[in-house]
C-alpha cells in the first residue's frame, strides 16, 4: 500500500490547530452571547472548583495518554521505545483533532508508524488492530453501562426534545447497530477469512453503479490479508495486555469528566454511572460531527447531556472539560511536529549519507 505523502502533510499541517479553536470558540462565545442565562458571573464560578478533583482529573488524562503510549508499544512487540511511542501518539492525536471524527487519523497513524521503522503492512495491521478494539469496546462495554444506568441514559433536554425529538435514541441505536455490524465484520476479516472478505468486495463493487471503486476495494481487500497475515499465530499473552490497556485508556476517558464534574457537585454512584453512560451516548453523536475534532459538536451538546447535574457550572465545565481533554492535542502536536520531522526525514537521510 502507497500512502499519498502530500495528504498526509496537508492533514498533518500545524496551521490546522487554528480552524477546530476557531469553531469551538465560536460555538462557546455564541453560547455566551445568544444565552439570556450565561453571564459573567458564570465564569465567576470556576473558583467553587476543588482543586483535589481538577488534580485527578488532569492524571486520570495523563494516565489515559500514558495507556495509549503502553499499547501502541506492546502492539508493535515492543519495537518502538517509550519516546518513540509518545511522539507516536501525540501525533495520531493531533491527527484526529484537526480532521473531523468521522475521517480521524487512520492514514496518518499508518504513514507514522511506517516512517518509524514499522513495516507498511505490519502497519497496516497494527493501525486496524487499535480500530476493532476500540470499536469492541463501545460495542460490548455501551449496553452493559447503560444497563446500570437504570434507563437515564438520554438527557432530559427541552431542546432536544424540540429539535430531535426521540430521533437522538434512534441516532445513538442506529450508530450502535452500524458500529456492532462493522466491528464484526472487521475482526471476522482480520482474524477468520481474509480472503473471503477480500472476494465479497470484489462482487460488490462489480455492481455497475459501485465499480469505479472495485480498484480501490481489491486494495484494501490486500490489505486485510497482509495484516491478517501479521497478525496469525498470536498468544494470549500477546492480546492480555493490548486488551486491558484498550479497557484502561477508554474508562479514563470517561472517568476524566467524572472527575471534572464532582469538582462542582457531589455525585452518588448512580449519578457517576449515568454520567459515564450519557459519554457512551455523547460520543456517538461527536463521531458523526463534520467538523475537525467535534469542534462546536462538544461544546453544544455536552450543556444539553450535563446540565442536569451542573446547573450554573455548565458553562464553565465545558470550557474546561475541551481545555482538559481536546486542545492540549492540538498545542502539543503543533510543537512535536516539526521535531518529529526533522527526526524523521533530515537526521535519518543525513545519517545514510
Known amino acids: ?205 462489480s455492481i455497475k453503479f459501485l465499480r469505479k471503486w472495485k480498484h480501490d476495494a481489491q486494495e484494501y481487500g490486500n490489505q486485510i490479508i497482509e495484516a491478517s497475515r501479521q497478525l496469525a499465530g498470536k498468544s494470549f499473552r500477546y492480546w492480555l495486555p493490548i486488551v486491558g490497556a484498550t479497557i484502561f485508556i477508554w474508562s479514563s476517558r470517561y472517568l476524566m469528566l467524572n472527575a471534572l464534574i464532582s469538582a462542582f457537585v457531589p455525585l452518588d454512584l448512580l449519578d457517576h454511572v449515568i454520567v459515564f453512560a450519557r459519554q457512551v451516548i455523547m460520543w456517538i453523536v461527536m463521531m458523526i460531527s463534520p467538523t475537525p475534532g467535534s469542534s462546536g459538536t462538544a461544546e453544544f451538546f455536552y450543556g444539553q447531556f450535563f446540565a442536569q447535574f451542573l446547573g450554573q457550572y455548565t458553562f464553565v465545565t465545558s470550557i474546561l472539560w475541551r481545555l482538559l481533554s481536546y486542545y492540549p492535542y492540538l498545542i502539543l502536536g503543533a510543537i512535536f511536529l516539526p521535531r518529529w520531522i526533522r527526526q524523521v526525514f533530515f537526521k535519518r537521510k543525513n545519517s545514510e549519507n
Do not use: C, H
Not at 495509549?68 to 508499544?73: E, F, G, P, S
Not at 455490524?181 to 472487521?186: E, H, N, R
Open 1 to 205: 500500500m502507497k500512502l499519498d505523502n502530500k495528504k498526509i502533510f496537508e492533514t498533518l499541517n500545524p496551521n490546522k490547530v487554528w480552524v477546530p479553536i476557531l469553531i469551538g470558540l465560536g460555538i462557546v462565545f455564541g453560547m455566551f452571547y445568544f444565552d439570556p442565562n450565561l453571564t459573567s458571573e458564570n465564569l465567576k464560578v470556576i473558583v467553587d472548583a476543588s482543586p483535589l478533583y481538577i488534580l485527578l482529573a488532569v492524571l486520570v488524562i495523563f494516565f489515559r495518554d500514558l495507556g495509549y503510549v503502553y499499547r501502541i508499544r506492546e502492539i508493535t512487540d515492543r519495537k518502538l521505545t517509550w519516546v518513540r511511542a509518545i511522539y507516536v501518539i501525540i501525533l495520531w492525536e493531533f491527527a484526529s483533532a484537526v480532521t473531523p471524527s468521522v475521517v480521524g487519523g487512520t492514514a496518518v497513524a499508518m504513514f507514522i508508524l511506517n516512517k518509524e521503522g514499522i513495516k507498511m503492512g505490519k502497519a497496516i495491521a497494527f493501525v486496524m488492530v487499535t480500530a476493532i478494539l476500540d470499536n469492541l469496546f463501545f460495542v460490548i462495554g455501551a449496553p452493559i453501562i447503560l444497563y446500570f444506568a437504570k434507563g437515564s441514559i438520554f438527557p432530559d433536554s427541552k431542546l432536544l426534545e424540540s429539535q430531535l425529538g426521540d430521533s437522538l435514541q434512534a441516532i445513538f441505536w442506529l450508530s450502535y447497530g452500524l458500529y456492532a455490524g462493522y466491528s464484526l465484520v472487521m475482526a471476522a476479516a482480520l482474524f477468520y477469512r481474509p480472503r473471503v472478505f477480500k472476494w465479497l468486495l470484489i462482487k460488490l463493487f
